[in-house]
């Protein structure tokens, strides 16, 4: 069955370093999209990614950070300049062409930054 | 701007019993869609079921089914015969139908413990 996939599973990093998280998403899906989790709170959308685009984004989603499709099959999510309120897990998800059937989870990015 | 409410942090459920957690929304949006999604303490986020809101059937996925009252903003999940694997994190999603946007919006989660 396809599944999303993420690299690396955790990352620590130091206060104002630049980290590059990466997703493959399900292959035929054309939805793309960056979600965070920080430790016991709540699901928080950051951005959505559709026909090479961003097609929305949070107001999370400040200049610090910026996506990218480089390839086919990648999907990443930059942070310039990290804080260490960006620790979180960071999960990418996908959709299929219509984006109304589910988004599919990767199993997530668990980002500390020191 | 639409919210999603899930009003009990904690629930717990004997093994093989049925539990029902709760979900209300708030829109004005008359096309959306809901979700439940399953979280394990290995964080993985798990689609549990998905109904459409312009459908008057309760969506149900093997044990799994939903309580979806339009009107009344409420979406509930029922777990029929509970099993150890079903103790995870619960969420409660919303996505409105407009144009190429399709963010959930989440609920805070419900924590479900099922009991030997």
């Known amino acids: 069955e396809p599944e999303v996939t993420q690299t690396p599973s955790h990352q620590v990093t130091q206060m104002g370093q630049e980290v590059i998280l990466r997703c493959v998403p399900i292959?035929?899906?054309?939805?793309f999209y960056w979600y965070r989790q920080i430790l016991g709170q709540k699901v928080e959308f950051l951005v959505s990614?559709?026909?090479?685009?961003?097609?929305?984004k949070s107001e999370i989603f400040d200049d610090q950070f910026s996506v990218e499709r480089p390839d086919g099959s990648n999907f990443t999510l930059k942070i310039r300049s990290t804080k260490l309120e960006d620790s979180a897990m960071y999960f990418c998800?996908?959709?299929?062409?219509?984006?109304?059937?589910?988004?599919?989870f990767g199993p997530g990015t668990r980002l500390l930054v020191l | 701007a639409q919210t999603v409410t899930q009003s009990q942090p904690e629930m717990s459920v004997q093994e093989a019993e049925t539990v029902t957690l709760s979900c209300t929304y708030d829109t004005s949006e008359n096309n959306y869609y809901l979700f439940w999604y399953k979280q394990p303490p290995s964080r993985q986020m798990i689609l549990v079921i998905r109904q459409e809101a312009y459908k008057q059937q309760n969506a149900t996925e093997n044990r799994f089914s939903v309580n979806f009252q339009k009107a009344a903003k409420s979406f509930s999940l029922k777990i029929s015969d509970s099993q150890l694997g079903d103790t995870a994190m619960y969420f409660c999603?919303?996505?409105?139908?407009?144009?190429?946007?399709?963010?959930?919006?989440w609920g805070l989660g419900t924590s479900l413990a099922v009991n030997p």
């Open positions: 292959s035929n899906h054309l939805y």
């Open positions: 998800a996908s959709s299929d062409r219509t984006g109304v059937e589910a988004q599919y």
């Open positions: 990614f559709y026909n090479n685009e961003i097609s929305e």
């Open positions: 999603a919303f996505m409105k139908y407009a144009g190429n946007n399709r963010k959930l919006i």
